[in-house]
């Protein structure tokens, strides 16, 4: 049998394109000969398509591969490309191109997006020939809301690049948003009826068998019951940090080390008590939600996010977005007296959204739990007492409520190293040491022989020593190689955990030498910006380096997936 390809080199597809549809094309006609006429055919319907993803979380990715999976059915021969593997130069090789990208920290692209987003931006080749969109995946809790997609977006448009859909800016709920961004530009880039509505090949049945119930997942999390919740900082600590412990038993959720945790929280009930008071309502009035029908207070409880107030609430109130409207009871006390019916006020407010926190648990040395852990967030603004509302009802609440919705939500771009022999460096002050938990009980259940070295910094040791016992445990069984510690607090000069990885170049630099892996968990305009700048310090200096010779071997680093990053 010839093994030669169905699609020869001169097609007009790029060789990611060509090398997936010569496998998807023979393994159609794998049992059958076909002619000539048919592969024409076939492949003059199949319309090429490039879907670049940008992530630091995941979610970026899984939508591509969703979007991929639709393109596919609609008559498109559909790529999906990690945007770290592509160069500016080369995106004038593709004619269709979608762009899914989520935005971190102060508006900055994710970690895999970061070399095309630089390289775009000082491109001056024309895109003549590419058709495109962006859908850009954001938090509008962040001022610069979904930044990185509209640099893309407008950044594409002036390299002379068609847009063919209006981006997407997608809040954190945005699955009927992509949606309808991905139905519209597909159908703007198929221009047939056979690409939209034909699938080339038939999709199986459905299977007889009587219904399974729809497994646990964001759109239905699992009622974990909540097994821990213990404070992890010694009396006279400025913080409260808790660790958290859930049971998965029965769930059929299965997460790795460096996944994250999606959990459903409840609004705090001295909040609600406040948003009812200043509606003059006594709670127990009926209204509408997603869930159906609930008392108010109950909708406002569990349903609705109380935080930062929506466009249509401020327009029912007459305001305009203000600094002092910080929260939705803001707005209701700037505002005493207005008559609003229930049912208008809760139509103007947005769906609670899970939060995600990264896993500080191995299912190898926890089977069937998982843990989490957790700062909770309290601060004073504008004269009023202020509740992070997922920190604080995992902290406050959780336990005496029983159970709280959860669901996994898998970052494959954030793992230990494949091999158990690799050496690992591991920087996570704060809450940022949760996943790094979680890698060393991997490796410590799994008899990996690499070895470990943990970044570890809080503000003082006697109060915030997060984990202490378990380290140090750790650290004489000879699992933690080496553990480096900063307390910025307990000397009159404040010293972070960069500052000891400064200390400690050469070794640091020997470790990576050696095909060790960098890891970082935690705060991203601050310290992941800090420690980021200090690895290239320790190259230049440890490698004898100049400046861009040290950030080559970073980009090197990050290519081969050896520098990840968990920041939020």
Known sequence: MSTAPLIPDNAPFSPEQRAWLNGFLAGIFSRAPASGSQLSTLSSQLIPLTLLFGTQTGTAETLAKQAAKEAGKRGFAATVLDMA??????????????????????????????????????????????????????????????????????????????????????????????????????????????????PLAPTPESPTSAPTSEPYSKKNPFPAPVLLVRNLNAPGSAKDVNHV???????????????????????CPELVAEVLAALGCDGEEAVTTHSGELSLRSALTTQFDLGKPSADLLALFGETARPELHHVIDVLLAHPGKNTAPAAFVATLKKIQPRLYSISSSPKAHAGQVHLTVGAVRYDLHGRPRKGIASTFLAERALAHGTAGVFVHSNKAFRPPASGDTPMIMVGPGTGIAPFRAFLHERASSGAKGKNWLFFGDQKADTDFLYREELEALQSSGILTRLDLAFSRDQKEKIYVQNRMLEAADELYAWLE???????????????????????????????KSPEEAAAYVQVLKTAKRYQRDVY
């Open 514 to 544: 050696a095909g060790g892996c960098f890891y970082v968990c935690g705060d991203a305009s601050r310290m992941a910006k800090d420690v980021d700048a200090a690895l290239h310090k320790v190259v230049e200096a440890a490698g004898k």
């Open 245 to 267: 412990e859930f049971s998965l038993e029965g769930s059929g959720l299965v997460y790795e080390a460096g996944d994250a945790l999606g959990v459903i929280p409840h609004n």
């Open 85 to 198: 593997a592509v160069t500016a130069a080369q995106l004038a090789q593709h004619s269709n191109l979608l762009i899914i990208t989520s935005t971190y920290g102060d508006g900055e692209p994710p970690d895999n997006a970061k070399s095309l987003h630089t390289e775009l931006a000082s491109a001056t080749s024309g895109l003549s020939a590419l058709r495109y969109s962006v859908c850009a995946l954001g938090d509008t809790n962040y001022t610069l809301f979904c930044q990185c997609g509209k640099d893309f977006d407008l950044r594409l448009e002036k390299l002379g690049a068609q847009r063919i859909a209006p981006r997407a800016d997608c809040e954190l709920d945005y699955e009927t948003a992509f949606t309808t961004w991905l139905d519209t530009a597909l159908t703007a880039l198929s221009g047939s009826e056979l690409a939209r509505d034909k």
